[in-house]
Every structure is written in C-alpha cells, then in structure tokens.
C-alpha cells in the first residue's frame, strides 16, 4: 500500500464510523486536499495531522448535511472549509470568497490540481461582491468566521429568496441567536432547523439552517468596518 493509498483507506475508516458512505473517486480527492491542506506552506487549518483534519474538516462538515444541489457561496473559506469539501461531494458550482491574498492564491492552486471545475475561488471583501452575487445563490455557508448578527449581514444578501443559509456553530449558538434576533428580521432569514452532532472525544456542533423568506434591501451588506462597529 503507498503512502496515498494508507490515507485513503484512514479516511474511509473515520467516514465510516461515523456512517459517512462515499465512492473512491471523492475519497482520493478528499484525501489529496487534506494533505495539500496540512502541508501548505502558510497557515490554512491550524491542524498539522491527517486524521484531525479529518474529523475537524471532513466529518464536521459532512456529517449534518443529507444533500446539496445548485449553487453556494462560501464566505470567509480560508483554506476552503467547508466550501471545497461539499463540492467534491455534492452536484453543486460553488464560490469559494476570501480577502486574504495568500490565502485565495493557494486555494487556486489548489482547486487547480485536485482538478475541481465547478468550483471558483474569488479574492475580494464579501460586501464588494453584492452587486455581482445579489441574491444568486441556493446556499451560503460559513464556519469559524463571526458572530450571528454579523454573519447574518455578511451571507444574507447573496442568498435566493427560499434559499439556505449553512452556519456551522458550537454549542454556544443560543447565546448568539439571542443577539441576532433583530439582525435575522431585518435581513429576512429565518431559523428553519439545527442540526446537532458530536465528533470524536464529544465536540458538540451544530449546522444552523436559516430559510431566506423575503428579498434584503440594497443597503446590506454594509462595509465590513461599520458592521462590526455598529451591528444590526
């Protein structure tokens, strides 16, 4: 067995414990991104071993998710999690936004030799991009990127009216949910569903699903600094 083929075989032991089934062919790609993630040369993941990054950036983007189709911008992707991930594994074209250089810069190089053709990786601040995405998207997603009243302005506006907004949280979700309630009315999104899981070693997660009800006005997003100065 060669030194692929052993990550490989890891990867489907984890996947399977956690009742994760997948064919090779996305098996060998997800087991390829990790390892360019773990080894790129500037810091993407904050996880330097094959199996954490399984469980922290394969399971824990997985394991709530049933199915995906169509589009979906990934906001703040960093190294690409959760965005490359679900579009090696479902039929969808993603976005993949961040403002960081670097980062973008490695991440195409990335998604150029894992060979991903639906997926598109733009360098940009989110709210720059609303003219060009207003309301294009079926789904948003985010992870590790900023409170709930904030993320509900960075994602709302990209997301199609009865479209999903994906927000990956910890157990501390309520206490933020309590602060967002105003943010949430007035970016028209709607609590439809928490999907609650745990990872190895008891991590309790949740993927929030926020329903988008009713089109955002043109004035969201603000620019980053007064979002973060002044939050719905």
């Not at 032991?13 to 060998?28: A, F, P, R, T, V």
């Not at 999690?81 to 074209?93: A, D, E, F, Q």
Request: hydrophobic share 40%; aromatic share 8%; net charge positive.
């Amino acid at each position: 067995m060669n030194v692929e083929n052993a990550y490989c075989e890891k990867l489907r032991e984890i996947l399977k414990s956690y009742g994760i089934d997948m064919n090779e062919q996305k098996i060998e790609l997800i087991a390829r991104y990790l390892l360019l993630l773990i080894d790129a040369p500037i810091n993407v993941s904050g996880i330097e071993d094959f199996e954490s990054a399984v469980h922290k950036h394969v399971v824990d983007v997985l394991l709530p998710v049933s199915w995906l189709e169509g589009r979906l911008l990934d906001v703040g992707t960093g190294g690409g999690v959760p965005g490359v991930v679900l579009s090696i594994v479902y039929p969808i074209t993603s976005v993949l936004v961040d403002s960081s250089k670097r980062k973008t810069v490695w991440l195409s190089n990335t998604i150029e030799k894992l060979g991903l053709k639906n997926v598109e990786v733009v360098c940009e601040r989110i709210e720059n991009l609303a003219d060009r995405y207003r309301e294009s998207f079926d789904y948003v997603t985010a992870r590790a990127v900023a409170p709930l009243r904030i993320l509900f302005e960075l994602c709302a506006p990209f997301c199609k009216i009865n479209g999903l907004l994906l927000l990956y949280k910890g157990p501390n979700w309520p206490e933020e949910m309590t602060q967002a309630k105003r943010a949430a009315e007035i970016l028209k999104v709607k609590l439809e569903e928490s999907v609650e899981y745990r990872l190895s070693g008891g991590e309790r997660r949740v993927l929030l699903k926020f329903r988008k009800f009713e089109p955002t006005e043109k004035t969201y997003p603000r620019e980053t600094k007064k979002i973060l100065k002044r939050p719905l």
